[in-house]
């Protein structure tokens, strides 16, 4: 479609709450500078005030996502289909030109649902889709099984999936997911008109044999670079850990490999009762969640970024960010975070969820890095900003759309 006149961004939010949210309103923002129309397309207020100014439309439903609704039947029911989505993106389709528009989607799962696929598939629309996650295949969302901490290997949607108490919250509530993701799997899983955009080779090779469909290509997703650049991280002494304060993001094992060998570490991040953890692990600094700009100012004191997690990931930005300002990271081996390291190079990778083989790769940190090994000039620092995302998107959009 060399004759692209508007894009439609899809996405729950209207603000930035996480990653997929992040990429959608700064792809929209982008694109829009661009010189396209653009029109941002979401359920949840408030909406970011860079992107109103930017987009030529935003139409927000301001309905309440499904864990902010305390009305819990409606949220039920509007969590697996919302009624409201449906219709305004029908009015939307019939007023744009259907040769000169691309529909993108980035997260439907938490307010928009399947019903925007429903009208999508409708109007004979083959929208571009970005596997953030991995809700495409999962009920939820992550192959992990929460109630165990572990990893899950069963088939999504399966008889045995649908015995498994894998939920965050219960039992009950699996059951709903796995209600949502059989009302979702008819348009989207086993939809042939969608063209998923996957970010990293690891994420997609989990999903890849459950999605009936053969429309796929690769875009990685954009990173925000750090001001500052650390020269030689071995001069400093401290371990930090970034993200979300919750057992499948590993937090537990950075606690314990830390203060198992008594080394200084930082917590940047929420999700867990600061204070306790404070008295309980008194060599770690907890400094609660923090903006890009205030993790700024703190990372030039990190040694080394240690990235725990226990799940499989989509693409963490953490660990190109950090690598970008000249500091090593270590990570798990079956993640999507191992992607981005050279082994012995810019960073370590260890046997997943084993504590005893993260303190070796801390300790095999601690000993080269005071032998100047972990020079950043060994590994390309090089991040992939916004404007070589659009520019590669637009490409995309051109060739498939």
């Not at 975070?337 to 997943?352: L, T, V």
């Given at each position: 479609m060399e004759n692209i006149d508007t894009i439609v961004i899809l996405n729950d939010f209207g603000y930035i709450n996480g990653g997929a949210a992040k990429v959608a309103i700064q792809s929209a923002i982008a694109l829009s500078n661009k010189g396209y129309k653009v029109i941002y397309f979401c359920v949840v207020k408030p909406i970011d005030k860079e992107l109103l100014s930017a987009v030529n439309q935003v139409i927000c439903l301001e309905q309440e996502d499904i864990l902010s609704n305390d009305n819990k039947v409606q949220a039920a029911i509007q969590g697996i289909w919302n009624k409201k989505a449906y219709i305004k993106l029908q009015e939307l389709i019939q007023k744009l030109p259907p040769k000169k528009t691309v529909y993108h989607v980035h997260g439907w799962i938490k307010a928009l649902t399947a019903s925007i696929f429903a009208v999508m598939k409708k109007n004979n629309i083959v929208p571009f889709v970005t596997l953030h996650d991995y809700f495409s295949v999962c009920p939820n969302g992550g192959f992990y099984n929460y109630s165990k901490d572990k990893k899950c290997n069963l088939v999504p949607m399966g008889i045995k999936c649908l015995f498994c108490n894998c939920d965050k919250r219960s039992y009950i509530q699996k059951i709903w997911r796995y209600i949502r993701q059989a009302v979702q799997d008819k348009y989207i899983r086993y939809n042939n008109n969608i063209i998923y955009v996957y970010i990293s080779g690891f994420s997609f090779s989990k999903m890849k044999k459950y999605l009936k469909c053969n429309k796929y290509i690769y875009l990685k997703n954009p990173c925000d670079k750090f001001s500052v650049f650390v020269k030689d991280?071995?001069?400093?002494?401290?371990?930090?850990?970034?993200?979300?304060?919750?057992?499948?993001?590993?937090?537990?094992?950075?606690?314990?490999?830390?203060?198992?060998?008594?080394?200084?570490?930082?917590?940047?991040?929420?999700?867990?009762?600061?204070?306790?953890?404070?008295?309980?692990?008194?060599?770690?600094?907890?400094?609660?969640?923090?903006?890009?700009?205030?993790?700024?100012?703190?990372?030039?004191?990190?040694?080394?970024?240690?990235?725990?997690?226990?799940?499989?990931?989509?693409?963490?930005?953490?660990?190109?960010?950090?690598?970008?300002?000249?500091?090593?990271?270590?990570?798990?081996?079956?993640?999507?975070?191992?992607?981005?390291?050279?082994?012995?190079?810019?960073?370590?990778?260890?046997?997943?969820?084993?504590?005893?083989?993260?303190?070796k790769a801390i300790l095999k940190m601690e000993s080269e890095t005071k032998e100047g090994v972990f020079n950043y000039k060994q590994w390309n620092t090089d991040i992939y900003l916004i404007d070589k995302h659009v520019k590669d998107l637009i490409c995309i959009y051109k060739k498939l759309a």
């Open positions: 991280a071995s001069l400093n002494k401290s371990y930090y850990y970034i993200g979300r304060m919750s057992p499948e993001k590993g937090i537990d094992l950075f606690l314990k490999a830390m203060t198992g060998l008594k080394l200084h570490g930082t917590v940047i991040g929420d999700g867990m009762d600061i204070s306790l953890l404070e008295e309980k692990y008194p060599l770690i600094k907890f400094e609660g969640w923090k903006t890009h700009k205030q993790i700024e100012d703190l990372i030039i004191n990190a040694r080394c970024l240690v990235y725990p997690s226990k799940w499989y990931e989509g693409s963490p930005l953490t660990i190109p960010e950090v690598l970008g300002c000249g500091i090593p990271c270590i990570v798990p081996d079956d993640c999507a975070a191992a992607g981005f390291i050279q082994d012995g190079i810019n960073g370590y990778i260890y046997k997943s969820g084993n504590i005893g083989e993260l303190k």
